[in-house]
């Protein structure tokens, strides 16, 4: 069985930073102009001590982890920024560095696709980008950024509107998966980043799971990040409300039902929560993601293991069986990204 | 022991209604004019089968509970309707029908008082009806609407700011519990007032937790609703960036620290939630609370139960002492909210 | 003779401002839903006495009113407020309710629809319910608001632009009256709801007659409430400049003779003000109206009357003839709302 | 007796456009640069043939006017145009304009100023130029202008609000009239200036009565244009609201009251608008005034005389006694504006 | 040789500054309503010292001017009126008096239209009255605004864009000339009109020369205003980065070579900016103009001659031969312009 | 001699982008941190070839520069971006960086620093750290933004407007330099920041020289980028507005004299300018820069040569003595700067 961690991020050489500082400062009059990253650089940003205690390939061999689905940092991807050519060119050549980092550690690595998603274009508009990135990198999914304004007061309709059908039906089509994942705060000091993603996740599964997307997509795959943002653990609440208030029995529109058509990753940092969220989507829905190097890499001065260390919570889990235990870790990842295991 | 459910509502009698659509339609150009309750209307309004399938009262009997902390139905507030005299007007309004209230019903009920927030006002002006309340109804605390615009595009600041600290003072000095409960939300189809609840309590608990609020005022009382929002199932998320990243010990700012200095209510419906909740935040923390009748006030098809019928997992919780089962059914409460048991 | 009093409202069950206010306090989120009202409920709304020293019916007998046309509570209709759906269902609910007030007391009333005008969507969109209201109702007219943003610094196109038309057409496909009131204001302090009225009234008037609206529509039935706002006292104002100052004779443009097409209602409340109403625009063009129980429901000081009493002055006129006259208290109206008298 | 009419706007020389079309073209650039304006100008712009059939001079010997206060004209004033320093230079150079016209015929005119008002500035920064209009230039009143963003979306505070007291209290030391007349429209298409003085006189009368202006200034002298709005036709309306609901008599607050204590002129160009505002104001409070020549002065095809050829109608009335009929033409004006008859 | 100004405005009567500030006083309500302007009244225009130390038919006879190619003069034109009828009526208004002007001398202007642009409108709308100008009156060009929202915060396309073609096209149909000279400025404390008309050449010649415009229509006659705003003085900057960085030869996109297919006028003031437009865009670009009476018609106190006097330098220009001196001071705009020499 | 270059800009170690990209990402949730920057990092950046044939001390020695003024790339310094304090802590760490840069090379640069400009802020925010790097760095200056908004719709005030006082204040009491340098351009396609550069400082010599800012501070040293714009070139247009019409003879206000106070630097790369530059401003006034290398660091495929190799411009003038000659090589810049040469 290798261990698939569904949720990572890619490592990051320097010109990418050096890129997107540039054009924000020129604001596109220098033109495209994307400076190449050489393989070296790619190596020494895997071997770079940063985020974590040791180098992203060392997290991986400490953890025990086989293979990474891995995708841009979210955080950078500037969705709000204008002009919006801005957003298209760096995100082509942030999925173009994941490409590169996939062919240069095949046995390690899938890529997942950025978006050039921005708040008032049609969907449409990064469709373009996903397709290349299948077609071209063989890439096995995006993540999808429910509120590409970034926090800027305006929002995008609710993830059953609409707006978002091109790309469900793109996603259907490719057969790849959409990883919910918002980007940036533009209201750091109320809702930093870190916290939005978690309020994003919760809204835009409550979004799905009031509407009939699921119905209307059933072959859609939804991965949803950080474990579902609220909604495992307020599951009652929303599940109350969606029934008829005279306990008579229902079909379809339940909350929990459609709840349980999402996919969910563990990157959650705790015992409890692992163990709710496996109790409440269930083990087939529940994929193994502790996204290392990340949020989660600092030490815990109580158990001097770093946060994400959360293999050892699924492993001990004594309420499902093993071959759901290697669903979670293995199976289930492998199915929906097609990762040969 | 009395069974004390520390997250309830008003009764609402029907002049509340008129009241509000009236201000609503002539916006203060009638003047106050207040139409007068009877203790009859409230004793009907206690009894009327609305949101349960009994009475008010009736749900009480019905699931054991002696008596219920009792506030204004937060989504009902309207806190970002202008002009703001009328905010004023309604609230003291409401906060009177629930002192008639708990005076018709004294071995029931305790009142916890709505204060009249705006959005661009400092805070000290919802001050005087707070002092109002404690001191002439005997309300025992207040509801804090940490997103007063009501999800109208523009924030308050966050609860870490100084902007909030004459509440937090006058909390301190009149003894009382703030409870954190938002209002209504006029992004009704994206995220409507039920779901911002939750992420407004997301974003509360982690702007105290990140604040030095709690250690500014040792003897402030926060409960938060509806269990805390996402935190305690994402306490390992921030706890990780609240430490160092190289382990070493730290004291007093870390996240799950500061999480343990607030309290919590139970109005989650799900046995796991409850679960997670006590686990997490600790027996001495948590309050039982079912909202009742609420928006758990339905049946479940699969039980037959309402899916506020909660006792039962608090009673089965096998990993704390009776001493804590009974503290978090009504010790607590009764220490918080200074009632007799 | 029948003395119509063409322009009334409906008698308020409480679950009216019940109904508002929930929708206001949930903005749509739990739907629909809309209480029942009861013929009970009904009936003690015409007997409650409230804005007058006697209820609803008894007004009517002691004013010698035989029936009375009645439409939604103008200032209660909220065509403002977000979202739209709110505006269509909260007039859905009260025009059905007039229907069943007027089915309940078929000899007293005809009814009169408010229709569901929102402040930036096409006027086709509130046509729907119009011809509901009239087919399956029997209806005889709508209120038509000049102004659905309700003070709120945007406006709406004046009257005379084609924006209207389809509104037009309908009146005139089905054969009933537009009846010009606005709604409320969203500047309660420098111009409320009250003052509003007569200032949209008057505004509209001067859009209608410096038009080519009356011309266009022939058949079209216009009915502007108070007497017609300012205009019929200032009509020299715009009579004046609507001819070629040379004094040479203009024919249709006049808008003197424009404003001779139109309907207006007598709910002026003043002798002086009916006197010239009625020599200003002609007995053929006055409908009697008192709009009885309401803002002229109180008593004056000087004579012990409510200021609505006002068929003495219409009795007293001596410059018109006794057909004129019973034109004015019943045949102008019976004619105009299909009522057999 | 000298014939006073006391609503009249000055003889505007072609000095005046060229002067404000400048101002908006360079918006300062050029600085103030005043063009001088010789008194042949002044006399020619006396003479010249333009809104009447006859000149200005011509029309007073017609109308058998002896004398005239003038004003700058309302709509040409440019209140809402930035920057500020640009109202300021274009109304004091008028209002010097003026002077120079009354200068030139001591016997005819006197002068009432223009105030710089601007929409976002308190009303002191006004008060400076109305001091020096009236200890220099022996000016006898001012315009108020109740919209100063000339129906630009945003609105001044109501008339009843302190922002207006330090005008008050001006007017008061100085001893001179508030003339009401508000300037341009900004939404031309649906409230073209002319009709938007109107509502303006309505609402400001209006925010008057229903506040304690007139209580707190016993001796201030407003005169309202226009005859007053719709008021004195609406004045039931608004008295019904302003007594208590059960006819218990009141005193001070009663609108009707409130009312009698404003002036009134009779710039209406109706025999029953006159009627009626003689009759409900009462003749101590009309004064003659025909805005001669202007918005009346084209020739009313079915009488061959201009519209505003008013003083028969005051001659007519016949339920006033002779010395209420001179107080109307001369007394009045004489009184409040000081002039020697 | 004629010597022809290329670059002056039209003298302007007294009815066009009354027009404009009517206008704007009434924003359109008393309609279009344009006063005639008599040749006497032109005759007196065109010898009024106002600007210069003597009339404008003096100024060319003192400069030894035969010809010049007048315009509106452009800080008058206000493009950001609203609403926008007022734009089309003014500037209609003008343009004919031009063209009385060109035939009440025939021998010493030729006329160059004012567009009605307006910021929101498509283009095409001011291609209308381009084609009245040119067909009707003979005009041989017309004024390019490139920004008709007059410095107001929001801005029009840059001049490259394909908003522009359909002018461009328009221009050649004609072959009429396209002459850039923006208008008033709404800012003017930090960048009053006559700045703003630097800052916006700087930026059309730039927009120009970094797009294809000339390249898509060979044809194309555009003369730039005041020698070019900064271009000129600026060129290295903007040829250097229109290069490839190497040094390998370019042709067709080079900064410089575009720039020369452009024409700049002399309006310039000083010997060595008419010396360095010159050399830097070669004789046969350059022509002749001193827009007098102007800007410059004021007296320099060191030379005793007007700032304007600027033929002496191009007669003194060393390095150029008499053919292309001629070319400058009459025979490119001749050829441009198509007068008969 | 030692030549000196007084308008360059520091080598940008790829620090600096990593750090802006990751302030922008996290918009300050992750706090300060800013990378450190090792000497061999700032040796690489030095000879990294880049924007030039060759690295950046190369270029130094190819031109036969001595020393150089380093300053930070504006368009890099994000002063319109939220929230403030990344615009505070990312200037910092470049000036930081810059005097690193100094240090290691103490005979060949001396530091200019960048403010902390921000849009909303008064000046006097960005004075601590000017300060800063004046006393413990060295700096001999600081760059001044005139539109911190970066061409974000809003404007500071103009250069001569009191807001900048405390600036210039400041900038005397330590007697350094201040030299005038906007930052980037929130419009890239109309005026990208390379365009947006040239027009504000075209606005901002025009705003020093129309108002008293020289005059009250005579000790003042402002240094113009680019040779100051359009003003050089334009210089006729504004000195011909400054003198009274009639020629009398000013002293003090003029236009010309006021703009012979200011300092320009050579970054022209072209002779005619430069030429024309020396011819307008004197040699006094100029100083040798050639902002190498930079944006004129292309080859002129005409020349073989860079376009910034001006230096034999300079030494080409033929109407300047050699001491003049040398004063705008060195010694003004070394008078300026306080470089002992």
Redesign the interface.
Known sequence: MKIIDCHAHMAVP?????????L??????HGRKAPPVSDDAIRQAFTRVE???VGHLQCLADAGVDMQVISP?P??L?HSE??KKLVHWYVEYVNDIIAQECALYPDRFVGVAGLPQTGDSPITEALGELERCVTKHGFRGCLINPDPFENG?R?A??MG?RYWYPLYEKLCELDVVGHIHST????????????HF??EE??AV??LCRSTVLDDFPALKILVS??G??I??????????S????????SGTRFRDRFRKLYFDT????R??I??LV??AGPSQCLYGAEMPG???????DT?RT??SIIPFIRELDFIRDAEREAILSGNAARLFKIAV
């Open positions: 320097h010109q990418l930073g050096v890129y997107k500082a540039s924000l400062s020129h604001r596109g009059a985020m974590a205690p940092r955080f950078q500037m204008e002009p007061g929002k309709p609710p509107d940036s705060s533009r209201e750091p000091d109320r809702e930093p980043y870190s916290l978690i309020n919760t809204t409550y979004g950080h474990g943002g609220a495992p653990f307020q599951i009652g609440r929303f599940d109350a409300t029934v008829p208030r005279n306990g008579m029995a229902v990157v959650l940092y705790s409890e929560a163990e709710l109790k409440v949020v989660g890499s600092s030490i815990d001065p001097g946060f994400d």
